[in-house]
């Protein structure tokens, strides 16, 4: 079936550094892409989300870049802050058109070194 | 604003016990809702959706049920608990107009013993 999956588990960076994390994803029907982010304990919140109309998308602080010819996701953390540790979960839509599901990939621990 | 709720926030419970927990969305209408179970250190498994009252589809074989016995309430339930029920179960929904985007519930811890 359809698998979202993530190059690395687990990722460190120091405070003030930007962080990237990325994502692969297989299901070449996929046309929505959205990250959360993932705090201990508690559940997932938005982030941003990309159509596949989209190369890029702009949020605060947050970039999403989308390149559908090697099916990859990556998002973009500028100028890390100890609050942005947490698990970073890509998903997609997979051919799950009509009930909005969504196919989410095993995450990436982010850890903020101060 | 749209909130949603589920409780309990914990539970332990041991095996062979039924389980119920209780997901409620507040400030949207017909909207889309979903279980998910979370191992520890895991990905999001989606467990069942629903699309409307008394609609519910299951995504894999398993010892739980689910109910949508009104618009915004989603139950999810089980006869006799097993140890692999254990984890971290949460409810999200989405609009039910093709936008994809879901909106977490703050999950339930369930420790089965």
């Known amino acids: 079936g359809e698998s979202v999956g993530l190059h690395l588990p687990t990722l460190s960076v120091q405070e003030g550094d930007n962080s990237i994390i990325n994502c692969a994803y297989s299901?070449?029907?996929?046309?929505?892409f959205i990250w959360y982010k993932q705090e201990s304990g508690k559940g997932p919140q938005f982030i941003i989300d990309?159509?596949?109309?989209?190369d890029k998308r702009q949020g605060q602080r947050v970039t999403v870049l989308l390149n559908k010819t090697v099916k990859h996701l990556s998002l973009q953390i500028a100028a890390t802050q100890p609050g942005d540790s947490a698990v970073y979960f890509c998903?997609?839509?997979?051919?799950?058109?009509?009930?909005?599901?969504?196919?989410f990939g095993t995450g990436t621990r982010l850890t903020i070194i101060p | 604003s749209q909130t949603i709720h589920q409780w309990p926030a914990t539970l332990v419970q041991p095996v062979g016990s039924p389980l119920s927990l209780e997901c409620t969305v507040e400030?949207?209408?017909?909207?889309?809702l979903y279980w998910y179970r979370q191992a520890a250190g895991r990905g999001l498994q989606l467990l069942f959706y629903?699309?409307?009252?008394?609609?519910i589809s299951s995504e894999v074989p398993q010892n739980l049920s689910a109910s949508r016995p009104q618009d915004r309430q989603f139950i999810l339930s089980s006869k006799k608990l097993l140890l692999s029920d254990s984890g971290f179960y949460l409810c999200?929904?989405?609009?039910?107009?093709?936008?994809?985007?879901?909106?977490f519930g703050p999950g339930t811890r369930l420790t089965v013993t």
């Open positions: 400030g949207t209408s017909n909207p889309n």
């Open positions: 299901n070449s029907a996929s046309d929505y």
């Open positions: 990309i159509r596949s109309n989209m």
């Open positions: 999200a929904w989405s609009t039910g107009t093709g936008m994809y985007e879901q909106y």
């Open positions: 998903a997609e839509n997979g051919s799950n058109f009509g009930n909005e599901k969504l196919t």
């Open positions: 629903s699309v409307g009252i008394g609609q």
